[in-house]
């Protein structure tokens, strides 16, 4: 154990102050365990915000990433990395979609799924593409991808927005063909299979139906972001899948590399031709680093279970929650547990930021996110022991906040 550690600033006076952290700083983890730097242990029920899906220091994963950095751990995309292959092709298994392009984070795949929907526009004569975004959307913070985003706090600052975006509500499938009526610009819909940042708001999967005939009838893309709800955290490789859809574009980074950066775009047959030399490209992206990271991630999930295990240890934790929060749910203090498998959200009647604080005291870490939702994103090796604990430690801070005065 290292030394205790006196005392940790609010503040890093060299470190931009883009986050407010906690006073918190992390020193070493095993499966769903981290401990911080002072020696204190906490159950990990946020894994990095969605990344870790094997958890920490993995027993297959940690000697295979030792072996790859010891041969190499980066070339350059001048030459083929043998791996870039090997995961792709396993992509496209899962997905039923075509070719991939590999970068290395979340929003660089959104980016690159833009600039696929617009040269998909181009290509067919439309000279000012325009694209289909969601409310409480989050797709990023590049100027093109916070202009995506349905968030104003993510935007506020950053004017003028990149345009060709036309936004409408979840859901709503009316409401989207008012917004598109007559246009005949509109190249794509994007948007999240269940939305991580903007509350852990799930689309139904009705609307996925009816979403994809209007995408076929209308020659449009659908564009489904899996950065944070794909690669197994819901119980399917992505979520999209539960209502039997494939979409023609697919960005996906988070969990891919269980920690290592890897962000990749999975393309169906109508995207997959788009780019061409020269059209895109990146110095990082499918880095052999990388590439072994996403290989091996995907070989342990499908060694172990993992999909399976997601869904029944989810629908444990979510039933456990339920239990604990039942009266709070009659009273409508809590408003909602949403969300599938391990990717769940808490909805509170008020503001709940503080949670993340008291639950590190109480040695669990969460994050809340769009002010007043708990959000659950564990690895998916949790074990249905750690989800009780998840439960039994976070739902009596929940209720005692509820019943402080406003
Ligand atoms: C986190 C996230 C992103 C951005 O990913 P970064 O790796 O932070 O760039 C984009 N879309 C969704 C749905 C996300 O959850």
Redesign the pocket.
């Given at each position: 154990m290292n030394a205790p550690h006196p005392f940790i600033e609010a503040a890093s006076p060299h470190v931009m102050n883009t986050y407010g952290r906690l006073p918190i700083a992390m020193s070493h983890g095993q499966g769903c365990r981290v401990w911080d730097v002072n020696g204190k242990v906490y159950l990990d029920a946020l894994g990095g915000?969605?990344v870790n899906t094997l958890g920490h220091n993995h027993p297959k994963l940690v000697p295979a990433l030792q072996d790859q950095i010891s041969k190499i751990i980066h070339s350059c995309n001048y030459y083929h990395v043998p791996n870039q292959e090997a995961l792709a092709k396993k992509l496209v298994e899962l997905s039923g979609m075509s070719n991939v392009f590999f970068c290395s984070?979340?929003?660089?795949a959104?980016e690159a799924a833009l600039k696929l929907a617009r040269k998909y526009g181009h290509d067919k004569g439309i000279e000012r593409p325009e694209i289909v975004v969601y409310e409480k959307a989050?797709?990023?913070?590049s100027i093109a991808?916070l202009s995506a985003t349905g968030n104003p706090k993510v935007q506020a600052g950053f004017g003028p927005l990149v345009e060709g975006f036309i936004r409408v509500p979840i859901n709503n499938i009316e409401a989207l063909k008012a917004a598109t009526e007559g246009n005949p610009n509109v190249v794509a819909v994007f948007f999240?299979a269940i939305q991580?940042?903007g509350g852990i708001n799930p689309m139904h999967l009705d609307y996925l139906r009816d979403l994809r005939k209007l995408c076929d009838e209308r020659d449009w893309l659908m564009m489904i972001?899996e950065?944070?709800c794909g690669m197994g955290r819901t119980g399917k490789w992505f979520a999209h899948q539960w209502a039997g859809i494939v979409p023609d574009v697919m960005p996906l980074?988070?969990g891919l590399g269980s920690g290592v950066p890897v962000?990749a775009v999975v393309a169906g047959p109508k995207a997959a031709q788009i780019f061409q030399p020269g059209n895109h490209g990146t110095t990082f992206g499918g880095n052999p680093l990388a590439m072994r990271a996403g290989v091996e991630t995907i070989r342990i999930m499908e060694e172990d279970g993992l999909l399976a295990h997601a869904a029944a240890v989810g629908a444990h934790l979510k039933a456990g929650l339920e239990t604990a929060l039942a009266a709070e749910l009659a009273a409508g203090t809590v408003k909602e547990i949403r969300g599938q498998g391990l990717m769940l959200g808490i909805d509170l009647a008020k503001p709940c930021g503080v949670l993340t604080q008291r639950a590190a005291d109480a040695g669990l870490l969460i994050s809340v996110t769009a002010d007043s939702v708990v959000r659950l994103v564990p690895p998916l090796i949790l074990s249905r022991a750690e989800a009780d604990e998840i439960v039994a430690r976070l739902c009596p801070l929940i209720s005692a906040l509820l019943k402080e005065a406003p």
């Amino acid at each position: 154990m290292n030394a205790p550690h006196p005392f940790i600033e609010a503040a890093s006076p060299h470190v931009m102050n883009t986050y407010g952290r906690l006073p918190i700083a992390m020193s070493h983890g095993q499966g769903c365990r981290v401990w911080d730097v002072n020696g204190k242990v906490y159950l990990d029920a946020l894994g990095g915000i969605a990344v870790n899906t094997l958890g920490h220091n993995h027993p297959k994963l940690v000697p295979a990433l030792q072996d790859q950095i010891s041969k190499i751990i980066h070339s350059c995309n001048y030459y083929h990395v043998p791996n870039q292959e090997a995961l792709a092709k396993k992509l496209v298994e899962l997905s039923g979609m075509s070719n991939v392009f590999f970068c290395s984070t979340g929003l660089e795949a959104n980016e690159a799924a833009l600039k696929l929907a617009r040269k998909y526009g181009h290509d067919k004569g439309i000279e000012r593409p325009e694209i289909v975004v969601y409310e409480k959307a989050f797709h990023g913070r590049s100027i093109a991808t916070l202009s995506a985003t349905g968030n104003p706090k993510v935007q506020a600052g950053f004017g003028p927005l990149v345009e060709g975006f036309i936004r409408v509500p979840i859901n709503n499938i009316e409401a989207l063909k008012a917004a598109t009526e007559g246009n005949p610009n509109v190249v794509a819909v994007f948007f999240e299979a269940i939305q991580g940042e903007g509350g852990i708001n799930p689309m139904h999967l009705d609307y996925l139906r009816d979403l994809r005939k209007l995408c076929d009838e209308r020659d449009w893309l659908m564009m489904i972001d899996e950065v944070q709800c794909g690669m197994g955290r819901t119980g399917k490789w992505f979520a999209h899948q539960w209502a039997g859809i494939v979409p023609d574009v697919m960005p996906l980074a988070k969990g891919l590399g269980s920690g290592v950066p890897v962000g990749a775009v999975v393309a169906g047959p109508k995207a997959a031709q788009i780019f061409q030399p020269g059209n895109h490209g990146t110095t990082f992206g499918g880095n052999p680093l990388a590439m072994r990271a996403g290989v091996e991630t995907i070989r342990i999930m499908e060694e172990d279970g993992l999909l399976a295990h997601a869904a029944a240890v989810g629908a444990h934790l979510k039933a456990g929650l339920e239990t604990a929060l039942a009266a709070e749910l009659a009273a409508g203090t809590v408003k909602e547990i949403r969300g599938q498998g391990l990717m769940l959200g808490i909805d509170l009647a008020k503001p709940c930021g503080v949670l993340t604080q008291r639950a590190a005291d109480a040695g669990l870490l969460i994050s809340v996110t769009a002010d007043s939702v708990v959000r659950l994103v564990p690895p998916l090796i949790l074990s249905r022991a750690e989800a009780d604990e998840i439960v039994a430690r976070l739902c009596p801070l929940i209720s005692a906040l509820l019943k402080e005065a406003p």
